[in-house]
């Protein structure tokens, strides 16, 4: 017996085995119930936990433009020194 027979074999088992279950009452009206108290939008959904993470992307983007700051005052005082060079032929 390899494999996908085995499988297969299971999945006659499990089949047979639950062919009489069905769903409890009032299972569809419980699960459209529960739709529709769902947000409208997933955009509604992620908005309330990301109320935490706030700060951190405030302070994360504060870092980031004082480090681009830096670096370019860096990059403008390397570019004046090298103007000052006279180029000899």
């Known amino acids: 017996m390899n494999h996908e027979e085995d499988i297969d074999a299971r999945l006659a088992r499990l089949s047979a085995a639950t062919q009489g279950i069905t769903p409890s009452a009032g299972f569809n009206s419980r699960v459209m119930q529960r739709i529709g ?22 302070l994360a983007a504060a870092l980031a433009l004082f480090w681009a700051f830096s670096v370019d005052s860096e990059v403008n005082e390397a570019m004046a020194v090298s103007d000052d060079t006279e180029l000899s032929w």
């Open 37 to 58: 108290e769902e947000p409208a939008t997933t955009l509604v959904a992620l908005r309330a936990p990301a109320w935490r993470f706030l700060p951190v992307g405030m």
